[in-house]
């Protein structure tokens, strides 16, 4: 006679039906683990050790699915979840110091690059993921394991069980229409409405 | 989409054409999509939005290495300081350039990096107040709260120019006009900083900043005064800089002026001669940093080559030092040697300042001065100060040096290891004498544990290759330490095994000739390969070498399985059999990896720890030696053999394994909770209570340490501590069965009944677990419901049908619900597996306690008496124990000593023991109510 499922795992499958308030609930849960699981990285002892987000989010998980009965099974939407707490976490510490002048950056072309902070990219690009979920979850999904969490092709299709090709396919689709958006006017409006 | 991908061969197709030159991806692309016109369309259209987007998102847009800097550039601090951008990283500290509102001036703030958040000492303190030109203005020190906790930084005088490192690298040296310029300018800080009393402690020419004045000419200021040692230096981290260091610091001995004086002498013969005193040829890959600063790959042999002017008389100073003389620093080869015709001024004074002994250095900095200032000229170029070279002809010209010259001269190694030439079966002297030779080499590589100052602990180790001891005709591990002074050999024996090898590795003290740490492993032709590496690890195991890199290594296919397995060991003690299946098909995935086995080794010791059988300890143990030949020295591996050496019993080696994962990762949990274990087995009970709360204040929001320790309080009879620390467990998992059911038990003992049996429905509410139903057994034994008490142990029987302890449960409630008969099998059950405990480990009392009392219901006394009194002396005041004793000799008959066990018992088990049906007259007799009052019970 199997127990009644953790919080968590209710909260995951709740989440993955859709449910938006399930997310704030799971974000309440998660953000202070992974706060705490990334500032004893920085404090970590051994000089010049890189942060591994992927490292982060996989101590992550095992701490809680021990502590609130998480099964393997829900490890991906897990990871999802969890990336996207990473995001928002990374942008929140960012945001904590206030830009005043910019730092160039390698990715974009160059009328958006001297123009914006990394910070502003960031919640820009927050903005559109939110956008391109409403359009398809999975390429949604797909772009947090990739760019935050740091998996291959090979990882995502396990976690999502799907198909290596259709991870690869999804990404790419899903990056050119991000690119797009970013590179083209969108991401004004979305810069006017975060300035704080 | 216009850019998307609808083809399935499309996306195939599109990443090869990205791994191709550009200039051949059109070309493959037409031949790759044959005549399919619309795929061809759709792939070139992808293709060229690949490459407009570059790398955009293949990186986060923040990233963690970022935000781990104490500050960044925008950033305001303390509300008047704005960061402007970084420029310059130490090891402790990041200097960045900014600006101060309030003074309106361009400043240079220097912030801890996390981790060194104090930068503070009494030196900071007075380098303050000293105000010279030559030395970098300090305003003042602060204080800023982050995130992380509190922030010292440091506001300083902004210094527009590069480091005197930067610049030797891109100029090679000074000429004498600027050196003599820039020389005067350092003593001159020095001299001032020497006599307000301060110390510098790690003047290196990364720390001296070359200014332009207005008029052309340049100003050198000294910098980071006062900022090295002094406070905490976490470990592996040098209080100085290596290339600077004089030689009674390598010895432990408190920087000095004189070890400042040290300093300079390497500076002024950087900027002179173009290179370090003991270094032989400057790296120009090297970043524009400090070149005698970096690990300990800087030098090897001294030859000069030959195109470099050399002064004849000179040459014989390229030679081994004298074997007993080991302590003995020789001083270098005079500037001069390196520079044609230069002024003997500095041959002089930067000699005087090398000197290896601080008596015999120049005693202060104005001396140098003015020495450097004189316009006379002393006869002579500088002639060494009294010691001897000895010319070891054997050695010199026959095999060029490996050992590590010139590090040897400044850290005299404590370890001469000779790694003894390959000697064994003439077939395999290939493997052998190659992987020898290989280990030989990556050994001398690998940087050594500094600890500062320098502890009986720390090692360095100067390695004798096998090429050099069958020259000197030295193979065996006495002539090694005859003929080349080895303190320690490597001995290797490979012997074939049918279709495998057999590799035996010692490390062995020339002292004492006994081994030190030994290795037994075996491997396949397939895997042969990775002897070398497994004996490299082996080597930096025995010296507590601090290896550049311990991370292991797995395949990615692999890494899904051995990540799952992970997941079912942590998850609990009961999912191994699912965690055995992952491991295997991750070891099938990467044959080559130590991961996998060690997982296994991990999952076989919770397997034998249900089970008992021990087949699966074995099992156990063979995996933790497949790890082993791969990486002795992982932190996976070392943590499954603590484990498997703990469930062996063998708790001393198991503490040697712990402590070395403390060593490679300081911070790590597992291994400090696996130490507590140990201690307390081994009955160092203040020692494993301290470790336990280690590693609670390592990592205070994991809940293991917590739970651990409740347990530990709970078995040591200190109820009320246990119930703190379980709760603590619960605060931080609450989804944790295991954390209510824990509870009840100490609650129990203390007879907060109620609490107790909350604690256990709430447990069975998550998931029904053994342990919470037979506490719930437990429970409902104490309110006098024994015929339910048997129902839920029974259930908990279904679970763990061979726990022993719950089998009497069952037996004792069945008999006082008055139901003898299906009691019996019960209690013959019980004693079989508490016999056969008592076989796998006699030195338990507790199981023999329990063989005992299984054994008076089946009328079995005299053994009965026989194994709880064993089991008494194995361990003396043990409450569990006792309360067995008590209760099988009232059984006996036996009042008197059952009165004497009562005596040894805490109040709260005498109190328990009311409730035992069987002791009800025993409770009655007027000596034991006596003895009652006196615990305070009644």
């Known amino acids: ?196 | 989409m216009e850019g998307s991908v609808e083809h399935e061969q499309g996306i195939a197709i599109l990443l090869d054409a990205l791994q191709l030159q550009p200039e051949e991806r059109k070309a493959y692309l037409r031949t790759a999509c044959n005549d399919d016109q619309e795929l061809h369309r759709e792939v070139v259209e992808a293709l060229q939005w690949e490459e407009r987007m570059g790398s955009f998102l293949l990186e986060p847009l923040i990233d963690f290495a970022q935000l781990a800097r104490p500050f960044q550039a925008g950033q305001m601090v303390s509300e008047r300081f704005a960061i402007i951008r970084e420029i310059g990283e130490g090891g402790m500290g990041v200097v960045y350039e900014a600006y101060d509102q309030k003074r309106q001036q361009r400043i240079a703030i220097k912030a801890a990096k996390p981790g060194f958040q104090r930068l503070l000492s009494p030196e900071l303190e007075g380098a303050l107040k000293v105000r010279h030109h030559n030395i970098c203005l300090v305003n003042e020190i602060h204080t800023a709260q982050t995130e992380f906790g509190d922030l010292d930084f440091l506001t300083m005088e902004f210094l527009d120019g590069q480091t005197l490192a930067a610049y030797l690298a891109e100029h090679g040296k000074l000429n004498h006009p600027e050196a003599l310029a820039v020389a005067c300018q350092l003593c001159a800080g020095l001299a001032e900083a020497h006599h307000s009393g301060i110390i510098h402690r790690d003047l290196k020419s990364g720390n001296v900043i070359l200014c332009q004045n207005q008029d052309g000419s340049r100003r050198a200021v000294i910098t980071d005064f006062g900022l090295a040692g002094g406070q905490s230096v976490p470990p592996g981290e040098m209080g100085g800089t290596p290339g600077y260091m004089a030689p009674e610091l390598w010895r432990g001995e408190q920087a000095s002026k004189a070890s400042d004086i040290y300093a300079l002498g390497v500076i002024l013969y950087l900027m002179v001669a173009g290179r370090g005193p003991y270094e032989k040829k400057r790296r120009k890959e090297e970043p524009a940093s400090d070149p005698l600063a970096p690990t300990l790959t800087v030098v090897s042999d001294q030859h000069p080559r030959d195109d470099e002017v050399v002064d004849e008389r000179q040459s014989t100073w390229i030679l081994e030092e004298q074997p007993d003389k080991q302590d003995t620093l020789l001083p270098p080869p005079p500037p001069s040697t390196w520079a044609k015709g230069l002024d003997p001024r500095w041959d002089r004074v930067i000699m005087r300042c090398l000197a290896p002994s601080p008596t015999e250095r120049t005693q202060d900095v104005s001396e140098v001065l003015e020495e450097l200032q004189k316009k006379t000229i002393s006869k002579g170029p500088f002639v060494a100060a009294g010691l001897l070279l000895l010319v070891l002809a054997a050695v010199v010209g026959l095999v060029p040096p490996v050992r590590n010259w010139a590090m040897d001269r400044i850290w005299p190694p404590n370890v001469r290891l000779a790694v003894l030439p390959y000697s064994g079966p003439m077939d395999l002297a290939a493997i052998g004498g190659g992987a020898l030779q290989e280990v030989a080499e990556r050994v001398q590589q690998l940087p050594s544990e500094r600890r500062w100052p320098l502890s009986k602990l720390s090692r360095s180790v100067a390695v004798i290759p096998p090429s050099r001891i069958a020259y000197a005709h030295a193979e065996t591990p006495q002539k090694a330490r005859e003929v080349l002074h080895a303190t320690h050999a490597l001995k290797v024996s490979l012997q074939p095994e049918g279709d495998k090898l057999s590799a035996h590795a010692s490390v062995i003290d020339l002292n004492s000739q006994l081994p030190v740490k030994e290795l037994s492993v075996q491997y396949t032709q397939r895997d042969a390969g990775a002897m070398s590496a497994a004996l490299t690890h082996f080597v930096a195991l025995a010296f507590n070498l601090r290896e550049s890199s311990s991370e292991d290594k797995l395949s990615p296919a692999a890494a899904g399985p051995y990540l799952k397995g992970i997941f079912f060991l942590n998850r609990d003690t009961r999912s191994f059999n699912d965690a055995i299946v992952q491991f295997q098909e991750a070891a099938r995935l990467d044959p080559s990896s130590a991961l996998p086995p060690a997982g296994m080794a991990l999952a076989l010791v919770q397997k034998f720890n249900v089970a008992k059988e021990n087949v699966y300890l074995e099992q156990a143990q063979a995996f933790t030696r497949t790890a082993q030949s791969r990486n002795p020295d992982s932190v996976r591996v070392l943590l499954a053999s603590g484990r498997v050496n703990e469930a062996n019993s063998q708790y001393l080696t198991a503490l040697e394994d712990y402590r070395r994962v403390q060593q490679l990762e300081p911070r790590n949990v597992e291994a400090l909770l696996g130490m507590a274990s140990a201690y307390e087995h081994l009955r160092e009970t203040e020692k494993a209570v301290a470790t336990y709360r280690k590693a609670q204040e390592l990592d205070p929001e994991y809940y293991r340490p917590y739970h651990m320790l409740g347990y530990f309080y709970d078995r040591h009879g200190r109820y009320v501590e246990a119930v703190e620390e379980l709760q603590k467990m619960i605060a931080r998992a609450p989804g944790l069965p295991d954390s209510y059911s824990a509870l009840a038990a100490p609650l129990m003992r203390l007879g907060r009944y109620g609490e107790a049996e909350e604690a256990v429905q709430k447990s069975l509410q998550i998931r029904e677990t053994a342990r919470g139903l037979n506490n719930l057994g437990v429970i409902r034994y104490f309110q006098g419901r024994y015929g339910e008490a048997a129902a839920y142990q029974k259930r908990a029987l279904t679970y763990d049908p061979n726990n022993y302890i719950w089998l009497i449960n069952v037996a004792d409630n069945l008999r006082w619900a008055r139901h003898p008969a299906e009691a019996l099998p019960y209690y013959r059950e019980a004693r079989e597996q508490a016999k056969l405990e008592v076989t796998l480990n006699p030195l338990s009392g507790r199981a023999r306690a329990y063989f005992a009392y299984a054994c008076v219901p089946l009328d079995d006394k005299a053994r009965a008496e026989e194994e709880i009194r064993q089991a008494v002396n194995l361990a003396p005041g043990d409450n569990e124990i006792l309360q067995n004793f008590l209760e099988i000799n009232e059984l006996l008959g036996k009042r008197e000593l059952a009165i004497e066990a009562l005596r040894q018992l805490t109040p709260e088990m005498a109190k328990a023991l009311t409730h035992v049906p069987d002791l009800a007259d025993f409770f009655q007799d007027p000596r034991v109510k006596q003895v009652m009052i006196e615990k305070g019970g009644r």
């Open chain 1, 1 to 196: 006679m199997a127990g009644e499922p953790g919080e968590v795992t209710v909260l995951l499958h709740r989440w993955r039906e859709g449910d938006k308030e399930a997310e704030s609930q799971l974000f309440q849960i998660l953000m202070p683990e992974l706060h705490k699981i990334a500032g004893y990285c920085f404090r970590s002892e051994r000089p010049g050790n890189t942060i591994q987000p992927t490292a982060l989010v996989n101590e992550a998980f095992f701490r809680l699915a021990a502590a609130k009965n998480i099964d393997w099974q829900d490890r991906g939407h897990f990871l999802a979840v969890a990336a996207r707490v990473m995001r928002r976490l990374l942008i929140d510490q960012a945001r904590s110091r206030p830009t005043v002048k910019f730092t160039p950056m390698e990715d974009l072309p160059e009328r958006i690059r001297d123009k914006h902070t990394p910070l502003e990219l960031a919640i820009t690009l927050d903005i559109l993921l939110d956008e391109l979920e409403a359009e398809s979850r999975q390429k949604r999904t797909i772009v947090d394991l990739k760019n935050i969490v740091g998996l291959t092709d090979l990882e995502v299709a396990k976690v999502l069980n799907i198909s290596l090709r259709t991870v690869q396919r999804e990404w790419h689709d899903a990056r050119v229409w991000l690119f797009k958006r970013m590179s083209a006017g969108g991401w004004k409006a979305a810069s006017n409405t975060s300035r704080e």
